[in-house]
């Protein structure tokens, strides 16, 4: 595989992006939609009961806006990839590409170059919101680093996997709606995924009370309680790119807290939702633990214990379905080829 014949497919792939001339307009009207949702965010933010007390207006803005620019990058990017290859076929152009010195993998690795380089742009094209993030405080320039740089990510991955599907179907249209029914999958249904198994994996377990008297009299009983072992099904959640992107994100803004002995200590602002988000998922990691006294059982997370990151998986399996992608892509644009799908054309 070289590198030029990579970037000669890509080449190739974003002339006939740019030629049709509505790209610019598609930019334009993605960064409008967006810039009024940033003017309400901000407006929705600046409100007393929700930041205006805090120091880190930036922060619960750019906690919102990146999530809604993921779900709405996430609409975009299938339809950059999904009908790369067999659009060139319909048309007849696949062919010329495939008798030229260009390797199979160049072709795929072109090919997903170029729309992930297309997504990338329409990335880049948010850059001045996450600026005005900055300028309101609260965010430092690591926490959207991180952020940008594993949303791009997450982009190759959603067009990696809408290149396969575009390789492997022969009409671009079933292959359209098989990978927006991917995002579904790896968004929506890894949630109800998690919810139905967490569901029926509960655990049963023995507890106690007591229940008194007006004479200040206290008689004890026990009874079964069930407690969800979300430290069981943790990983069904992982590969969900707004859990990704939420728990990958760098520290987000704290504030001191000077406790009754004296002692000052940090802790995160409740407000910043990419923050809240990364807490919630550390502690689905920890079994909860049956806490006993005088008022009876509670089921709680044992005092200094902190769960692990779960974006290292969930990111792992994501470039994983990239890989995976990318290697039936290219096995799919080998010539010559043993079998066509029925109806398929040659050139």
Not at 25 to 54: D, M, Y
Not at 159 to 187: E, H, N, P, Q
Not at 329 to 347: C, F, K, N, V, Y
């Amino acid at each position: 595989m070289r590198l030029s014949g990579i970037l000669t497919v890509a080449r190739l792939e974003f002339r006939l992006r740019i030629r049709a001339g509505r790209w610019r307009w598609l930019v334009a009207s993605w960064f409008v939609v967006l810039l009024v949702i940033t003017v309400l965010v901000r407006a929705a933010a600046g409100q007393q009961n929700i930041a205006g007390g805090e120091p880190a207006l930036g922060a619960v803005m750019f906690g919102v806006v990146v999530l809604i620019v993921l779900a709405l990058a996430l609409l975009v990017a299938p339809a950059l990839a999904a009908q790369s290859v067999n659009g060139d076929r319909e048309r007849g152009t696949l062919a010329t590409l495939q008798v030229t010195r260009l390797s199979a993998g160049e072709i795929a690795v072109g090919k997903l170059l170029a729309s992930w380089g297309t997504a990338l742009v329409f990335l880049a094209a948010t850059l001045p919101l996450a600026l005005w993030c900055y300028v309101e405080g609260g965010l430092s320039v690591l926490r959207v680093a991180g952020v940008y740089l594993v949303t791009a990510l997450l982009l190759g991955v959603v067009c990696a996997f809408s290149l396969a599907l575009s390789a492997l179907l022969a009409r671009s249209t079933t292959s359209g709606v098989l990978a927006y029914l991917t995002v579904f999958a790896l968004t929506v249904g890894t949630l109800i995924t998690w919810g139905l198994v967490t569901a029926v994996t509960q655990e049963t377990v023995r507890a106690s009370n007591q229940v008194c008297d007006s004479g200040g009299s206290c008689t004890p009983y026990g009874y079964e309680a069930t407690i969800a072992r979300t430290d069981r099904t943790w990983w069904l959640l992982a590969p969900n790119p707004f859990v990704v992107l939420a728990d990958s994100a760098p520290a987000g803004p704290v504030r001191k807290v000077r406790l009754p002995g004296g002692r000052v200590v940090e802790e995160p602002l409740s407000v910043d939702i990419l923050g809240s988000m990364s807490r919630g998922l550390h502690e689905m990691r920890i079994r909860r633990v049956p806490v006993t006294n005088q008022y009876g059982t509670s089921f709680e997370v044992p005092a200094g214990t902190e769960g692990g990151p779960v974006w290292p998986t969930g990111l792992a399996i994501n470039l994983l379905i990239a890989g995976g992608s990318v290697w039936l892509a290219t096995r799919r644009l080998r010539t010559p080829s043993d079998r066509l799908p029925r109806g398929q054309r040659i050139a």
